[in-house]
């Protein structure tokens, strides 16, 4: 089942790709610190990134792969298409076949895929990102630790290759994608899978949903 996305911006560059896992699963290593609230904790991630990509200017439409119905009915409200994970062969299949979904269902030329938990992201670091990423046949941004990977660009001609999941940084450098170094858009690198990443997310400056169910966490 796939949701009616919001009209696409003719404008605009980019189709973000982002993975969301069932809510019951998702977020795991926050289980200590946050109890009953990680599963909702999770969403609110997904939806304060959603929310924002779709603030951003070069954004033309943001498409989630998701198998969560809960989740998925959020995030359509807010604008987003959701697809199912047909794959159900993890991280990386799902976000080719996002990728997939919109250049053959949805006419993307330039997809990027991106984080899930990104829930202080700014649009004009994102803006800023995907302008630099434009200038690459494919480019991505490491996350705060220079370990991971928060977002993996593809120029329209090229295919998006992702290798997300653990020192990802060197995988997709390894596979010749070029490595953006912007120093002003720390919110993009910014992801959340432990309390203290948490916290750093909430001195940044966190969306509406993160900041009012942190505030009932012990962190």
């Not at 904790?41 to 809960?70: G, H, K, M, N, S």
């Not at 990802?168 to 070029?178: E, K, N, Q, T």
């Amino acid at each position: 089942m796939a949701t009616m996305p919001a009209p696409r911006r003719t404008d605009a560059a980019w189709s973000l790709v982002l993975p969301l896992k069932p809510l019951a699963v998702a977020k795991s290593r926050l289980a200590t610190a946050t109890g009953p609230l990680r599963p909702e904790l999770a969403l609110a991630f997904a939806l304060d990134t959603v929310a924002a990509a779709l603030r951003c200017a070069e954004v033309a439409q943001v498409i989630v792969v998701t198998d969560d119905p809960v989740a998925g009915a959020e995030l359509a409200l807010l604008g987003a298409l959701v697809v199912p994970d047909r794959p159900a062969a993890g991280l990386n299949a799902a976000l080719t076949h996002g990728a997939t979904v919109a250049r053959e269902s949805y006419r993307a030329g330039a997809v990027a895929a991106m984080s899930a938990d990104l829930p202080a992201l700014r649009p004009p670091e994102l803006g800023r990102v995907l302008c630099a990423a434009a200038a690459h046949p494919r480019a991505f941004l490491a996350d705060t630790q220079r370990e991971g990977t928060t977002l993996l660009a593809a120029g329209p001609a090229h295919r998006l290759a992702p290798g997300f999941g653990g020192a990802s940084r060197l995988r997709h450098g390894a596979s010749g994608a070029h490595e953006l170094t912007l120093d002003d858009v720390p919110s993009l690198r910014r992801d959340v899978d432990t309390p203290d990443d948490l916290r750093a997310a909430l001195d940044l400056g966190t969306g509406p949903r993160t900041t009012a169910l942190a505030a009932l966490v012990a962190l």
